[in-house]
């Protein structure tokens, strides 16, 4: 458990907050590899979104595969501090490139306004595979699970320019 998930380890067996070698992701332990296996089983990007053009949080979406093998493939990370509009754009965009066979996975934020975005989205990428689920939960929670993968090596990453982000 300590290798899989050190954040919650210390946290809860050391009563420390954080583990001794810091951080939540082990990312030395993530291989860069130069393709993708022939056999991928499904495709998905999964998106984040900022709102505040040039500052701020930025908007990202990460595409992932996951092989026949078990291990999930980094494939690409698209990012940027965007505004509304161009947060469009880029989701947009970003579905074309990928093409119909990556399936778009979006926040659902609480609220009406929250489920008022995601039916916008949605009907922008109309013809896509797209899922908004609502999000619960802080971001560090909901990321234990892939830093568990990651730090245990089941994580790899295709090599890129967007690696250097």
Known sequence: MEQAA?????????QMPSPPAGGFFKPDNIQIVDALPADVVKQV??????AT???GDFTVGVREAL????FTYIVDVT??????DNVNKRLEQTA???????SVRLPQDPGQA????????VKLLAGYSVIAKPISGDK??????????VNVGNVRMLKGEWNKD
């Open 96 to 102: 074309k490139i990928d093409g119909k066979k990556v």
């Open 45 to 50: 990007r999964a998106w984040d979104f900022g």
């Open 53 to 55: 053009e040039n500052e």
């Open 114 to 121: 929250g489920k008022s975005q995601a039916s916008s989205f």
């Open 67 to 70: 092989g026949a093998d078990g």
């Open 140 to 149: 560090l929670t909901r990321a234990q699970p892939f830093a568990a993968q």
């Open 79 to 84: 990012r940027g501090q965007l505004g509304p």
């Open 6 to 14: 050190p954040y919650v380890f210390a946290g809860q067996y050391r």
